[in-house]
């Protein structure tokens, strides 16, 4: 189902709870919403009101992927950059690493499997921007 965007920083400002093989539909609604936002490249489910780890985010082929309880284990090559968010109307500059690697969890079935990964790039400062968002920092 598509979602509302929230701008409420009471909201988007909370840390994120602990998400569960129960939020699959959380995974489903933050695809749909994302999907109708037109360039859209990811979000949080904070954003739209949810405030538990899942975030939902478009690789560089555009190809939509759900990550549960993402964390950043490592980042290489700190840069300044500047980005926007769907939460805000401003761009801000922040400090992005240009590779990173993320512990998540993912669904397959009705259950939550841990992964790792590394990414690069403009996928690398998107899941950066919603592990923030997870730990209810606002850029």
Known sequence: MIRELIHDDEILGKRCEVATAEDAPLAQDLLDTLESIEDGGCIAANQIGVTKAVIAYKDDNGKAHVMFNPKILLGLRAQKTQEGCLSREEVVKVTRYAKVKVQFEE????????RKRDFMGWTAQMIQHMVDHCNGKLV
Do not use: C, R, S
């Open 107 to 114: 669904l397959n079935g009705d259950v939550l499997v841990q």
